[in-house]
């Protein structure tokens, strides 16, 4: 009789039990620096209206797509406009899974109350920069899209030779703030999105127009993907006031 009490207690809290306890789904996405935080904010919110969790693998675009080429599984990628690509030319992503989500742009940090270098012209810039004591940014053997750039252009500037000495490598965005909020960098040149959620730092604006790197960052399920259909409906999350007030406030530009 107490077997039979017991079996018919289980069984009613199996029928009456939220669904959403059996439903619940991991989805794991590997994400650029330079969107992480407003990644992040949606992941918060869908969690609240659907209780799937996430797992969150921040690093550089290229060290992303070297983790997905070697097998490393993902349910959403987002990575800048050109590793994307690469990945979609892999077959690495499910066709017509990609969407276009913020553009981002590299700025220039210095420690909060330092004063801020003048960022009007290439010249300006450039003098800036061999005037400062170090200057911090990726390393470009890090795979970062920021980094990889900022290394091109010393050299078209014609200044890499003089900032060696002073060059204070990091390996994603968020150290190079780090980096300038201790005082291991006078200056750090990153996507501003990295840069400014470090208190310690003050953005003192962006690359001059003419030397800017405008860069997309778009998200796509990868083909190896466990939980597509989850993935799929966050990627459908990423829409409306509260998605486009996370991009403005991370310092990226939210696209249509």
């Given at each position: ?10 069984t009613m ?6 669904a ?8 794991r ?29 921040s ?7 070297k ?6 599984k993902?349910?959403?990628v ?6 994307m690509?690469a990945?979609?030319?892999?077959n ?12 981002a ?33 990726v ?17 078209r ?11 204070v ?75 486009r ?12």
């Amino acid at each position: 009789m107490r077997a039979m009490r017991s079996a018919c207690v289980l069984t009613m809290w199996l029928i009456l039990a939220p669904a959403p306890a059996f439903a619940q789904t991991e989805i794991r996405v590997f994400v650029g620096g330079a969107v992480t935080e407003p990644v992040k904010v949606a992941g918060a919110a869908f969690t609240r209206t659907t209780r799937n969790t996430f797992v969150y693998v921040s690093d550089t675009t290229g060290a992303l797509q070297k983790r997905l080429a070697s097998g490393e599984k993902a349910d959403v990628v987002v990575l800048a406009a050109p590793g994307m690509e690469a990945l979609q030319k892999a077959n690495l992503v499910t066709a017509g899974s990609r969407i276009d989500l913020a553009r981002a742009l590299i700025g220039v940090a210095v420690r909060a109350g330092a004063p801020s270098p003048d960022l009007s012209t290439p010249d300006t810039f450039k003098a800036a920069l061999l005037k400062a004591k170090s200057v911090s940014y990726v390393n470009p053997a890090a795979g970062g899209t920021s980094g990889t750039y900022f290394d091109g252009l010393l050299q078209r500037m014609g200044i890499a030779e003089a900032m060696k000495p002073k060059t204070v490598y990091r390996m994603q965005g968020s150290e190079v703030a780090d980096a300038v909020a201790k005082g291991d960098a006078e200056l750090g040149v990153s996507f501003t999105s990295e840069l400014q959620p470090n208190r310690g730092v003050k953005v003192a604006g962006t690359l001059p127009a003419a030397i800017q790197l405008p860069t997309i960052y778009a998200a796509a399920i990868p083909t190896s993907a466990g939980n597509a259909d989850a993935a799929r409906a966050f990627l459908r999350s990423l829409t409306g006031a509260e998605w486009r007030a996370a991009l403005t406030k991370a310092g990226l530009e939210p696209l249509p």
